[in-house]
């Protein structure tokens, strides 16, 4: 167990909906990652929190944002949906601000369909 | 900017034999490399990572890897193979301080009885 919790761990709905996942990192951990899991793409990153702010953006969709919350859990914003964002959304969290500093802990992901 | 290959998408060993995961990377700086690992319907796991310490790492799980600046290359090896160990591994690299870590395509480990 990472430590790392994302809900829902399932989500199926249809195109032009907008749907939230949520996600609580590790005690402690400042930091929290998304990541977006395809076949096709492989896993990308797609932003950063650190401590309520952004601190980096990868390949996020305009269609996507994303928040941090004083209580530091996290939320990934997903609207207007298409059938290309069926993937496997994951946080991660760590307790630096870079990526590339420290161990990153993964959540077991959100699967998304969008039908 | 820094990028890393992995060069086997799918490896098939027999258990107990050794395993090989290659991965070469590209980066302008000090690279920080990691290998994770994802196993079915699970999060990613970090494997080992290197910082600019030893060249030879050890991590969990009896799996190592070697950073060969000479080669650009972090190959991921474990003596012998177990059917536990069959999953996804990716080869991470990112910059020394810098705020970006690139993930291969990942490595499909089969691991036969």
């Known amino acids: 167990d990472s430590g790392v919790t994302q809900t829902p761990k399932h989500l199926i709905t249809a195109t032009g909906q907008r749907v939230t996942l949520r996600c609580s990192p590790r005690?402690?951990?400042?930091?929290v990652y998304w990541y977006q899991q395809s076949l096709d793409q492989g896993l990308q990153f797609l932003i950063q929190y650190y401590n309520g702010e952004e601190r980096a953006k990868g390949n996020i969709l305009e269609r996507f944002s994303a928040q941090q919350f004083p209580d530091l859990h996290s939320e990934l914003n997903l609207s207007s949906l298409e059938l290309g964002d069926s993937a496997l959304y994951f946080c991660?969290?760590?307790?630096?601000?870079?990526?590339?500093?420290?161990?990153?802990?993964f959540g077991e992901g959100s699967r998304l369909t969008v039908l | 900017a820094q990028s890393v290959t992995q060069l086997d998408s799918h490896v098939s060993v027999s258990e107990g034999t050794p395993v090989l995961l290659r991965c070469n990377y590209s980066?302008?700086?000090?690279?920080?490399l990691f290998w994770y690992v994802q196993h079915p319907n699970k999060g990613l796991q970090l494997l080992l990572k290197y910082t600019s310490a030893a060249t030879l790492v050890k991590g969990i799980n009896g799996f190592e890897a070697e950073f060969k600046k000479s080669e650009t290359s972090f190959h991921l090896t474990k003596p012998s193979a177990h059917m536990s160990d069959a999953a996804e591994y990716f080869c991470?690299?990112?910059?020394?301080?810098?705020?970006?870590?690139?993930f291969g395509a990942g490595t499909r480990l089969t691991v036969k009885p």
């Open positions: 005690s402690g951990d400042l930091s």
């Open positions: 980066s302008s700086y000090s690279p920080s």
């Open positions: 991470v690299v990112s910059d020394l301080g810098n705020n970006d870590m690139r």
């Open positions: 991660a969290s760590s307790a630096r601000g870079g990526q590339g500093t420290g161990e990153l802990f």
